[in-house]
């Protein structure tokens, strides 16, 4: 029997079309929304209309592949064959879809290139009645594992230690899980169950059947968004979409709370095969015929031409927006890396830093970029000081800001941060017009590689940290701590 047609649809399916229920709540959040909040969600509303007409994966983070398999005890195969078609299934849709090669030796730093490793694809296979197999796929981004919080909290501090662990995971996370999306909470039971359970929950539309556990859920969302983190961590408007709880049975000594994230790409499909190995995507996703896409109103904004000069530079204040035409050139944590200790291949003076790992395809000699949206610009926070003295280069574009101690650096180098909207992957891969070169490829794989892009008005993006010493998200977080201090004080 053949599950690997069925299983890449359903890849195909949860990368490029999101659930109808997740769609649902952008779209009410974007009416709740304003300003920079609004315009945030406008691009990934656009980004998700593009995917789901396009075919093309909503966000270039195609995520690590997460399986969740009920296999009926009927069912023909056995669990190891169920688990091969998997593997298989992930290495062609790597390819069809197609998705970007995630996964990596931990030691070695090495990329297979085909989305398979030691313990990935993750699957978690349960043995049911029946003679059905039902496979639900989960791609999960590095930007919305990243903020993941445990607190073993004292128990005798009850639900007042689980709010505190909750809301501290929010502001931690700031706008690095492209806010606004899910945040699920569990706690009582082990370590392991617990991160179970609030990870299971992230995919449950639905309240909380258990009345005094709904109201919990009703609670703690009006307070995670009273924190204004917002879209993106920008403020103006919701900082989630809804918050999930629940909870398990626990040791009278230890009472473990569990925090997952999801981003606002809160991807899943699911297909069912029956024992003849017919298939069908039996979860509901959005179709052409869902989208309703609000007007974009053109965003006015300044013209930047790369390489820029520290004049033009300077010039620029936070909450500006910018559109950059030339060159940009990405790099994430490894690239950064190489630049400090081997210099960089290639000219960055005046040029604008990516912090984006793109989808890319060749196309006869040509490179061909899928999807390529930034990625959570804080894990370069140690690394991106001495990038900037050393190339030269004079604008840094990334999602979900950076450490207000580059402040300084940005104020002494006449640098600025831009903010794409975070996962708006097909928006930004359209103002691509050329791949220039790419650096680094065989070594460090796909994501990690250097990409050297020719773009036309790329944007809108907003200057987030100037070189005056403003950022909009110490902005932002400063208010959202204020309000913090007051809610756990209740
Ligand atoms: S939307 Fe943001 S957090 Fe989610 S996968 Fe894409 S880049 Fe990562």
């Not at 359970?197 to 258990?210: F, G, M, T």
């Not at 919701?238 to 981003?263: E, G, I, Q």
């Not at 928006?427 to 065989?442: D, H, Q, S």
Request: with cysteine; proline share 6%; charged share 30%.
């Amino acid at each position: 029997m053949n599950l690997t047609d069925g299983l890449v649809e359903a890849i195909r399916v949860a990368e490029t079309r999101l659930p109808k229920w997740v769609y649902e709540k952008l779209l009410e959040a974007y009416e709740k929304s304003e300003g920079r909040g609004k315009a945030q969600l406008a691009a990934v509303l656009k980004n998700i209309e593009i995917a789901a007409k396009e075919g093309k994966p909503m966000c270039q983070d195609t995520g690590l592949l997460v399986f969740h398999v009920k296999l009926g005890d009927q069912f023909p195969l056995k669990p190891w064959e169920v688990e091969e078609a998997i593997r298989e299934a992930a290495r062609r849709a790597t390819k069809e879809v197609p998705i970007r090669p995630n996964t990596m030796d931990p030691l070695s730093g090495k990329n297979p290139g085909d989305n398979t490793g030691k313990g990935v694809p993750v699957v978690h296979l349960e043995v049911v009645p029946g003679d059905e197999l039902v496979v639900s796929v989960r791609p999960k981004g590095g930007g919305s594992e990243y903020p993941s919080k445990l607190c073993m909290i004292p128990p005798s501090k009850g639900l007042k230690g689980v709010r505190e662990c909750l809301l501290n995971a929010v502001i931690e996370a700031g706008g690095k899980p492209c806010p606004p999306g899910i945040i699920s909470v569990a706690f009582g039971g082990t370590v392991e169950k617990a991160f179970e359970l609030a990870k299971e929950n992230l995919y449950r539309p639905s309240k909380h059947e258990e009345q005094r556990v709904a109201e919990l859920e009703e609670e703690f969302l009006k307070e995670v968004n009273d924190l204004g983190i917002g879209p993106m961590g920008l403020g103006g408007g919701p900082t989630v979409l809804d918050v999930k709880v629940d909870y398990l049975y626990r040791h009278p000594a230890s009472y473990p709370v569990a925090v997952a994230f999801n981003c606002w790409a809160a991807r899943e499909a699911t297909v069912k095969f029956d024992k003849d190995g017919n298939w069908e995507i039996v979860s509901e996703n959005v179709s052409e015929a869902d989208l309703r896409t609000p007007e974009l109103e053109a965003e006015e904004g300044i013209e930047l031409k790369l390489p820029v000069d520290e004049n033009e530079v300077r010039k620029l204040k936070a909450s500006d927006v910018v559109y950059l035409t030339g060159t940009i050139v990405t790099a994430r944590d490894e690239a950064h890396k190489k630049i400090i200790e081997e210099g960089s291949p290639i000219d960055l003076k005046g040029l604008a830093i990516y912090h984006c790992g793109p989808v890319v395809r060749k196309k006869g000699e040509e490179w061909e970029v899928i999807a390529a949206g930034p990625t959570t610009s804080a894990r370069m926070n140690a690394l991106q000081a001495e990038v900037l003295k050393k190339t030269g280069a004079r604008l840094v574009i990334g999602k979900g800001g950076m450490s207000d101690n580059l402040l300084k650096f940005f104020k002494e180098y006449g640098a600025a941060y831009l903010a794409f909207p975070g996962g708006a992957a097909l928006l930004a891969a359209k103002a691509i017009k050329k791949v220039k070169g790419v650096y680094w490829l065989e070594e460090l794989g796909m994501p990690e590689a250097m990409w050297v892009f020719e773009v036309e008005r790329f944007g809108p993006l907003i200057v987030a940290m100037d070189s005056h010493g403003n950022s909009l998200y110490k902005e932002v977080m400063d208010k959202a701590k204020k309000k913090l201090e007051e809610l756990v004080r209740e």
